[in-house]
């Protein structure tokens, strides 16, 4: 492609993935604000060990259920309104959700006056921004991939993980700022809240960046608006000839724009359900939510624990540069089983070292060890295949299953982490590392997992990788493509 071209398809792809930023932003932001949950919502209401740790991981981690929603009901607005569509609906929910989960008792009575009873709100405004989360996570990717020519759609698509990790870096720097800007107690009356808010201002970009911005040229022919799908293909590859190559191949994979969700089988719907999981399972997202408490668990003052974060968030950021440039040089597999097996080394010693009190600075070090691995692999390298493995004619549907299924395991690891932590008797026996063990044994059965089923799909056209599902090809150049795809997985 020339420059203007490739020019046009990073822009795009940058606009897009700041839904990525949005997702991180949104994912780490509420880890400066636990302890003020706790200190404003939980603690005054008294309640037994057992409750209250469930309450509190439940308040935290409410935004996932939001999430899920937004997943499910992503595949049906990506298909109703487009692509672009559904992001600008989610940028409207990160907009609002980011204000009133800061504000909560705005119209219902004093700020800072309701006590626990905010809690209410807060969690209603929190689902909401989740909402958002959900519908970015799904249609970011999934409009990268639509636009992005198949040698660099790898690349192109972990644009939106790097926009996610950049995401959670820059929060845990808004964190620690504003952390710096009073003590502890101020932090838990006021500093809490401009973290939350402080998601406002990318939100808002997000949504002017989108305005400027053309759907897919796959939902225009869904839709049936072939001139438009057409015009946009020009634009992106200033090349005719491509462009009506590029459109008849696209409408030949949707002569029927939908089918049934298990036309391909079940082994591809099984096998994106399962990524999504695994990508959670490992833990991710208790060490990102609960940064700050795992360090002041290591033995770290409150202050120094907000600094380990911008450390995770800054291996987060390289590691995923890793990807960026691997992700289409040594394929998917390669990256996501050495990715696991990091992980798998990391989570065990994390735990061994908590169970033997050895903590300190040997936990930040294993800690950044599995943040490259999940960084160089299941951050990034997941969201390619969930945009990649689905067939067109039943991508929106699949795709918002497997990401469905995303946040589903991701509510559970986030709450059940607060559950696991605060358990007296695990932690007179464990010392706060059995959780640590439980997401290095899954480590491992992901690695498993992507070598036993998952295939390579570096370098092929989405058209391409449909055949690989096909239990019967139609014509025979379908059947000489699955017969070479074979061979070549």
Known sequence: ????????????????????????????VISGAVGAIDANFITPRGLPEGAASSLSGWAISCALLGCVIGAMVGGPISTAVGRKGGLLVAAVLFLVGSIG???????????????????????WYRVLGGVGVGLASMLSP??????????????????????????????????????????????????????????????????????????????????????????????????????????AEIEETLVTPTRPLLSFGAKVLLVGVMLSIFQQVVGINAVLYYGPLMFENAGFTANVSFLQTIILGVAMTAFTLVALFTVDRWGRKPLMITGALIM???????????????VGLWALVVVVLYIAGFSLSWGPVTWVLLAEIFPNSIKGKAMAIAVAAQWIANLFVSWSFKVLDGDSGLNAAFNHG????????????????????????????????????????SHPAAAGMVAKDATSA
């Open 1 to 28: 492609m020339s420059k203007a071209n490739n020019s046009l398809v990073v822009g795009l792809t940058m606009a897009a993935a700041l839904g990525g930023l949005l997702f991180g932003y949104d994912t780490a």
């Open 434 to 473: 059995f959780a640590y063990w439980i997401y290095g044994g899954m480590s491992v059965l992901a690695a498993l997992f992507v070598w036993r089923f998952v295939p390579e799909t570096k370098g092929r056209s989405l058209e391409a990788i449909q055949h690989l599902w096909e239990r019967a090809p």
């Open 344 to 358: 798998a080394v990391a989570m065990f010693a994390l735990g061994s070292l908590f169970n033997a009190h050895a």
């Open 142 to 247: 999934l409009y990268i991939a639509e636009i992005a020519p198949p040698n660099d759609r790898g690349r192109l698509v972990t644009f939106q993980q790097m926009a996610i990790v950049i995401g959670i870096t820059v929060v845990y720097f808004v964190n620690w700022a504003i952390a710096s800007q009073g003590d502890a107690a101020w932090i838990r009356t006021v500093g809490w809240r401009w973290m939350l808010a402080s998601e406002a201002i990318p939100a808002a970009a997000f949504f002017l960046l989108l305005l400027r911005a053309p759907d897919s040229p796959r939902w225009y022919v869904m839709k049936g608006q072939h001139e438009k799908a057409l015009a946009v293909l020009k634009r992106l590859t200033h090349d005719e000839a491509l462009a009506n190559a590029t459109l």
């Open 101 to 123: 989960s800061a504000w909560p008792e705005f119209g219902l009575g004093p700020i800072g006056g309701m006590g626990p009873d905010a809690l209410t709100p807060f969690i």
